[in-house]
C-alpha cells in the first residue's frame, strides 16, 4: 500500500540553525500538509499547499518556515533559524483530492538544543 | 476559534470491556469528522470519517461513532475492547471553507490483557 515518508526520523540542531525537513508524498496526490505536535499537546495545522503554493497557514507559520516542492516529488518543510520552542514532531501528510483522507508520514522529531 | 475538545486524556480499561471517548467540537457549519489512531511508535491511521448521510458510521477493526449534530458530538466506540487497541486517539474535524484538519488533544488508551 502507498504511504508517505519522512526523513530524517530524528534531527537534533543547535538553536538559530537551519533545518529541512524532508517528505516524500503519495504520488498521485495532490494536496500536501504539514502538522506539527510538540510533546504533550495537541497535533496542530502548520500549512497546506496545492498546484505549487500555500493553499492556507497557521499563525504558527511565519516567516521562519517555507515549504516547497523542488522536483515534483519532494516536499519539504524549512525552519530558517531554529528556536528551542520548535522542538516538536513534524508530520507531513497528503490528499489525493481536497476532501479525501488525509495520510500521515510517520514525523520526523526534531529536537533543538 | 474553532476548536476540537477530548475530555478523558487517560482511560485504562480490561479486555472486552466496551470502550466510548467522547469529542466535541465547536463550529456552527458543515464539517467533517474523523477518528486518527496512533499505534505505540506507529503514524496516526484514519479509523473512521463521517462527511454526509448516516450518523452511524463504521470503521475499521469494530470501531464505529455517532455523529449528533445538535450535541456537536461524535463518540467513539467499541463493544469490547483488546489488548492491541491500546493507542492513542484523537478525534478530528475539518470545516467546509477549508481542508485543513484541527485535532482535539488525544486519548491514551490502555487496555489491560
Known amino acids: 500500500e502507498p504511504e508517505v515518508t519522512q526523513t530524517p526520523s530524528h534531527q537534533v540542531t543547535q538553536m538559530g540553525q537551519e533545518v529541512i525537513l524532508r517528505c516524500v508524498p503519495i504520488s498521485n496526490h495532490l494536496y500536501f500538509y504539514w502538522y506539527r505536535q510538540i510533546l504533550g499537546q495537541k497535533v496542530e495545522f502548520l500549512v497546506s499547499?496545492?498546484?505549487?503554493?500555500?493553499?492556507?497557514k497557521s499563525e504558527i507559520f511565519d516567516d521562519q518556515f517555507s515549504v516547497e516542492r523542488p522536483d515534483g516529488s519532494n516536499f519539504t518543510l524549512k525552519i530558517r533559524s531554529t528556536k528551542l520552542e520548535d522542538s516538536a514532531m513534524y508530520f507531513c501528510?497528503?490528499?489525493?483530492?481536497?476532501?479525501?483522507?488525509?495520510?500521515f508520514g510517520p514525523g520526523t522529531r526534531l529536537t533543538v538544543t | 476559534a474553532q476548536s476540537v475538545s477530548q475530555h478523558n486524556h487517560h482511560v485504562i480499561l480490561s479486555e472486552a470491556a466496551s470502550l466510548e471517548l467522547g469529542c466535541n467540537y465547536s463550529y456552527g457549519g458543515t464539517v467533517n469528522l474523523f477518528w486518527y489512531v496512533q499505534y505505540p511508535g506507529q503514524h496516526l491511521q484514519l479509523l473512521l470519517k463521517y462527511f454526509s448521510g448516516d450518523p452511524l458510521v463504521k470503521g475499521i477493526k469494530g470501531f464505529e461513532a455517532e455523529f449528533i449534530k445538535s450535541k456537536f458530538s461524535f463518540n467513539l466506540r467499541k463493544p469490547s475492547v483488546q489488548w492491541s487497541d491500546t493507542a492513542e486517539y484523537f478525534c478530528a474535524v475539518r470545516e467546509d471553507s477549508s481542508y485543513k484538519l484541527i485535532f482535539g488533544s488525544g486519548t491514551r488508551l490502555l487496555v489491560r490483557p
Open positions: 501528510a497528503s490528499i489525493l483530492e481536497g476532501l479525501g483522507e488525509q495520510y
Open positions: 499547499f496545492y498546484n505549487n503554493e500555500i493553499s492556507e
